[in-house]
C-alpha cells in the first residue's frame, strides 16, 4: 500500500511540471503584457519592470528563471499586486477557500446522503418525488442566481445574516450553503441511484430475512456499497471545493483564492496564474489519489494498480 | 435488547461521536490559524473602495483606488482641501520665482514620521531620487520629468543625482527647479508620486516595507493591518501635523458592485466611492435618493480615429463621423448616470479655461461631407473595425455607436471588434485598429493633461495624428508664464483637434457618484479632480 502510495506520488511530478509548463507557454504567448495600462509606459521604465519581475530575455531564459525557482519552492512575484509574492498571496488566499470549502463539503456529505437514503427507500412515493425535484432545481439553478436569492432573503429581508464579508461564523452561513447546494443535489442523486440498485441484491435480501432491522439493514449493509459513486465522485469535487468558487467568493466579498483563478489570467500575472494551476493540481492528484484508496478500504477488491 | 446488542452499537456511537468531535475541533483550529479569523476592533468608518491595491508604495501607485489610500498613509509638499484647492501638506509655505521656474518650499517644524522621527527636507530629495531612479520601476516617474534633468536622470542618460532640479540647503527648505514654468507643479507635488517615503524602512525590508508592522509613513493615517482582497486597517497617526477627526478607517476592497451595495444598503460599509461600485442598473432609481451624491471629475469618454488607415485619412469622413453622432442617445440609453454631452476633450472645471465650442451634431453637414468624401448615403463605405474594451459600459456604448453611425448616415460596415482589457490596451497602445472607444481621466487639474496627449508620436496619442503647428503651440505654451496666455493658447489646440483635424470624437464627460448618507460623514464635497483626502472626513455630531 505504501508503496503503491510513493510511486503515485512520484508520478505526479512529471504531470504537475507538464501543467505548469503549459500554462507558462500559454501565459506567455498570450496577447498583452502584464504591464500594460491605459498610460503609456516609458520604454526604460518597461525594461526595468520586465527585469524586475524575470520576465526580460528570451522564453527559455524566463522559463529556464521560472524553473529554478520552483525547485526552490519559489513561485515568484505576482505583476498584479506588486509587493507580493505568489506564495504569499496563495498562503492567505487559499487557507481561507480550503475552510469554507470543507464546511461546505462536509454539509453537502452529510445532507447529501441523507437525503438520497430517504428518497431512495420510499421510492417512487411523493418524498422521493420531491427529493428528486429538489435535487435536479440544486443542481440546474446556477450559483449566482442562489447567492443573490439567499442574500436577499436571509441577509436583506429577514436580517438574520451578513450580506457578505468574512471572518466571523456568521458570515460563513450563507456562502458555505450556496457553495454546498449543487454538491448536495449531485450526491443525493448519487446515493439515491447507488441505493436503489444495491436494495434489490441478493445479501440486502439475506440481511432482511435474518432479521435485521431496515435501519440496520440500510446503513450497516446497503450504504457501505451505494457510497461508491459518491467517493468517487467526491475526489475532483472536494479538490475543485477546496480550491475556492469565483462567484460564491466574489459576491460573497471571501478573501479565497477562486476569484484569482480567472483574474490572474485576465492581468496576465504569469506566476500567480501558474501558482493556482499547480495548487489545483496538486489538489486534483491528491483527492483522487484519497480517493482510490478509500475505495480500497471500503471494498478490498479493488485493485489500487 | 440485551446487553451484548448494545455495546457494540455504543462502541460504534462513540467512535462516530469521537471522530466528529475530532474533524470539528481540526476545522475549528485550522479557522482560528489561516482562516484569517479576525476579532477586529470596529472601524468608525468603513469604505468601499472598489478592487484589492495593487501596491501602496507612492513611487508605483499610478491607479486613482490605490492612490486614495496612498494620500491617506502619505502627505506630499502640498495637499487638497476638501473642495479640491491645493493647501500647504508638508511644506508651511513656498515661494515662485518670477520666471515661474523655481519654487522654494518651507518644510513645517513639526513635520514628523510615524514613528516620532522628524521630516526633512532630505527625505524629499531622497524619495525624488528613489521615484525617478530607473531600477524603482515607477510608471509614474514622469510627474518628476519636469525638473531640471528630470527626464535625463530618469532614463538614465545622466546618473548624477545633483545635476536634478531639487536641493536641500537645510533640513527645512526644498529648492526645486523646472525646466518649464509648469503652471500646474503645486498639484503635482501633491500627487503621490511626490510624496515622501522613509528610507531607513526600505533599505531594511525590500518590498516588504509597505506592510503593517513595517510601514513608517508621514500622512494622517498609518496602516495597521492589510489582508489580501480582505480589508485594510488605517488609524490616525499620533505624530501627524494636525489633529485628525476619524480615528479608525476599514477600508474594503470588494469588487463586486451588488456586493459593495448590499453592503452599503444594510449599513456595512457608510461610504462608496466609485461608480462602478454601484450596480448600473439601479443608478436611474438611486439617484434621487438622499445618500446618492454626483461627484463629477476630470475624465472624458471619446472614439478615436487612426488617421493613417482609410477612410480615416480624409478629414471630411473624421468630421462626418463626429457631427452625426448622437451622443445624447449614448447618454440616455447606455450610460444613464445624467452624463453631459461632450463636444471638447477638456471636461469643464478648470478655471479660467474657455473650450473651444467643437462640433455640435449637425446630421445634414455631416450626410455632405461624407458624400464630398465620396460615400454618399454611406455607399461604398470601405470595412472597418471598431476596437472597444469588453469591460464596463465598452460594448454597449460601441454597439449603439455603430446602430447610431448606420441609422443617421448609412454607414453599414463598422464592425465591432470587442477585446479583453489587457488585449484591448494592446491594440491602442500600437494603433492597431480603425475606429476605437477610449477614455481618459486627468492627472491633474489643468488642461494641459488633456492637449498634451496628441502631440506628435505623444506616448498616449495612439492615433496616428500629427500637426506640426499643434506641437509648435504645445511648446509655446510650456514657455508661457502668463496664465491667462497659456490658456488661450490651449483654447486655439483644442480647436485643432475637435474641429479642424478632428483624429478623436469626444462622446461624453464621466461623472461619479458617491454614496454615503451625510447624518454620518461629513467632510466630503464633490470636487472636479475627484480628490478627496480622508484626513479631512469627519463624523457630524447628532443634533
Same mark, same amino acid.
Given at each position: ?305 | *435488547?440485551? $446487553? ?33 479569523? &479576525? ?6 468608518? &468603513? ?19 490605490? /492612490?486614495?489610500?496612498?494620500?491617506? $498613509?502619505?502627505?506630499? $509638499? ?144 498609518? *496602516? ?42 444594510? /449599513? ?29 471629475? !476630470? ?49 469643464? /472645471? ?18 455632405? $461631407? ?21 469591460? !464596463? ?79 509648435? *503651440? ?35 464627460? *464621466? ?10 460623514? /461629513? ?21
Amino acid at each position: 500500500m505504501a508503496a503503491i502510495i510513493i510511486r503515485r506520488l512520484l508520478q505526479a511530478i512529471p504531470v504537475l511540471f507538464i501543467i505548469v509548463s503549459l500554462t507558462f507557454v500559454l501565459m506567455h504567448n498570450a496577447p498583452g503584457s502584464p504591464f500594460t495600462t491605459e498610460r503609456h509606459i516609458p520604454a526604460p521604465i518597461m525594461a526595468e519592470l520586465e527585469k524586475k519581475y524575470h520576465l526580460h530575455g528570451t522564453f527559455a531564459q524566463q522559463y529556464g528563471a521560472y524553473l529554478g525557482d520552483l525547485l526552490h519552492g519559489d513561485l515568484g512575484l505576482s505583476t498584479q499586486y506588486r509587493n507580493r509574492t505568489v506564495n504569499e498571496i496563495i498562503g492567505q488566499a487559499l487557507p481561507v477557500s480550503m475552510v469554507l470549502g470543507t464546511l461546505a463539503y462536509a454539509f453537502a456529505l452529510l445532507a447529501g446522503t441523507t437525503l438520497g437514503g430517504l428518497a431512495a427507500v420510499r421510492q417512487g412515493r411523493p418524498r422521493d418525488r420531491l427529493i428528486v425535484l429538489a435535487a435536479l432545481l440544486g443542481i440546474s439553478i446556477p450559483n449566482f442566481v442562489l447567492a443573490l436569492l439567499c442574500i436577499r432573503v436571509f441577509a436583506i429581508d429577514l436580517n438574520l445574516l451578513p450580506v457578505a464579508g468574512w471572518g466571523s461564523l456568521d458570515q460563513i452561513v450563507l456562502p458555505a450553503f450556496c457553495l454546498s447546494v449543487p454538491f448536495i443535489a449531485s450526491i443525493t442523486r448519487l446515493t439515491r441511484g447507488g441505493l436503489l440498485e444495491v436494495l434489490r441484491l441478493d445479501f440486502i435480501r439475506t440481511a432482511r430475512a435474518k432479521g435485521l432491522s431496515e435501519t440496520a439493514v440500510l446503513f450497516r449493509h446497503a450504504l457501505k456499497v451505494a457510497i461508491l459513486p459518491v467517493v468517487g465522485y467526491s475526489g475532483p469535487a472536494v479538490a475543485g471545493v477546496l480550491t475556492g468558487s469565483i462567484v460564491v467568493e466574489t459576491i460573497f466579498g471571501i478573501p479565497g483564492i477562486g476569484p484569482f483563478f480567472v483574474n490572474s489570467v485576465l492581468n496576465r500575472d504569469p506566476f500567480m496564474t501558474c501558482g493556482v494551476v499547480l495548487v489545483f493540481g496538486l489538489f486534483l492528484i491528491l483527492c483522487n489519489l484519497a480517493t482510490d484508496i478509500l475505495y480500497f478500504v471500503i471494498d478490498r477488491r479493488v485493485n489500487l494498480q | *435488547m440485551t $446487553l451484548r446488542d448494545i455495546l457494540p452499537r455504543a462502541r460504534t456511537l462513540v467512535l462516530l461521536g469521537g471522530t466528529c468531535a475530532l474533524g470539528l475541533a481540526l476545522f475549528l483550529a485550522f479557522f482560528y490559524a489561516f482562516g484569517g479569523w &479576525t476579532l477586529s476592533a470596529p472601524a468608525d468608518l &468603513t469604505i468601499c473602495n472598489g478592487d484589492e491595491p495593487q501596491t501602496l508604495d507612492p513611487a508605483i501607485v499610478t491607479g486613482q483606488l490605490e /492612490g486614495r489610500i496612498c494620500l491617506a $498613509l502619505f502627505e506630499g $509638499l502640498t495637499t487638497r482641501d476638501a473642495a479640491g484647492h491645493i493647501i500647504p501638506g508638508m511644506a508651511q509655505s513656498w515661494t515662485r520665482s518670477p520666471d515661474g521656474k523655481t519654487y522654494t518650499f518651507l518644510i513645517r517644524p513639526d513635520a514628523k514620521w510615524s514613528n516620532g522621527q522628524p521630516l526633512t527636507a532630505h527625505d524629499f530629495l531622497d524619495s525624488w531620487r528613489r521615484a525617478l531612479e530607473p531600477a524603482t520601476a515607477s510608471e509614474y516617474a514622469y510627474q518628476l520629468y519636469y525638473l531640471v534633468n528630470g527626464e535625463a536622470y530618469g532614463t538614465g542618460k545622466i546618473t548624477d543625482f545633483s545635476q536634478v532640479g531639487v536641493k536641500a540647503p537645510d533640513d527645512r527648505t526644498l529648492v526645486v527647479t523646472l525646466s518649464h514654468p509648469t503652471a500646474y507643479f503645486l498639484e503635482l507635488t501633491s500627487l503621490q508620486t511626490l510624496c515622501p517615503v522613509y528610507l531607513p524602512c526600505i533599505a531594511k525590508y525590500g518590498d516588504d516595507w509597505i506592510k503593517p508592522g513595517r510601514i513608517v509613513s508621514n500622512g494622517p493615517y498609518v *496602516m495597521k493591518a492589510w489582508r489580501l482582497n480582505d480589508y485594510i486597517f488605517l488609524e490616525a497617526n499620533p505624530y501627524y501635523w494636525k489633529p485628525v477627526p476619524i480615528r479608525r478607517i476599514k477600508v474594503l476592497p470588494t469588487r463586486d458592485a451588488n456586493t459593495c451595495f448590499n453592503l452599503f444598503y444594510s /449599513g456595512k460599509t457608510d461610504l462608496i466611492l466609485d461608480q462602478t461600485s454601484i450596480p448600473a442598473s439601479l443608478l436611474p432609481d438611486l439617484r434621487p435618493k438622499p445618500y446618492y451624491h454626483p461627484n463629477p471629475f !476630470g475624465a472624458t469618454t471619446f472614439i478615436r480615429f487612426n488617421v493613417k488607415r482609410k477612410p480615416f485619412d480624409d478629414v471630411r469622413v473624421r468630421q462626418a463621423l463626429a457631427l452625426a453622432l448622437d451622443k445624447q442617445d449614448i447618454v440616455d440609453k447606455i450610460l444613464r448616470d445624467g452624463e453631459p454631452v461632450a463636444n471638447t476633450l477638456v471636461p469643464p /472645471g478648470n478655471a479660467g479655461y474657455i473650450p473651444p465650442r467643437g462640433l455640435v451634431r449637425d446630421v445634414d453637414a455631416a450626410r455632405r $461631407l461624407l458624400a464630398a468624401a465620396g460615400y454618399p448615403g454611406g455607399h461604398g463605405f470601405p470595412d472597418v473595425n471598431l476596437l472597444f474594451s469588453t469591460k !464596463g459600459t465598452g460594448p454597449a456604448i460601441a454597439t449603439e455607436a455603430q446602430a447610431l453611425w448606420a441609422r443617421d448616415l448609412g454607414i453599414t460596415s463598422i464592425h465591432l471588434r470587442g477585446q479583453e482589457w489587457k488585449v484591448y490596451l494592446n491594440s491602442q497602445a500600437s494603433v492597431d485598429f480603425d475606429v476605437c472607444l477610449s477614455r481618459w481621466v486627468g492627472d491633474y487639474g489643468d488642461p494641459q493633461t488633456f492637449i498634451d496627449m496628441f502631440v506628435t508620436d505623444g506616448g498616449n496619442n495612439n492615433t496616428n495624428w500629427s500637426n506640426s503647428r499643434y506641437d509648435q *503651440m504645445l511648446a509655446q505654451s510650456e514657455n508661457t508664464p502668463d496664465p491667462a496666455q497659456r490658456l488661450r493658447i490651449f483654447h486655439d489646440m483644442e480647436k485643432i483637434l475637435v474641429e479642424d483635424d478632428v483624429p478623436i470624437v469626444p462622446v461624453s464627460f *464621466m461623472v461619479g457618484a458617491v454614496l454615503y448618507h451625510s447624518d454620518k460623514l /461629513g467632510g466630503f464635497e464633490s470636487n472636479f479632480v475627484d480628490d478627496h483626502r480622508w484626513g479631512d472626513f469627519y463624523i457630524p455630531k447628532k443634533k
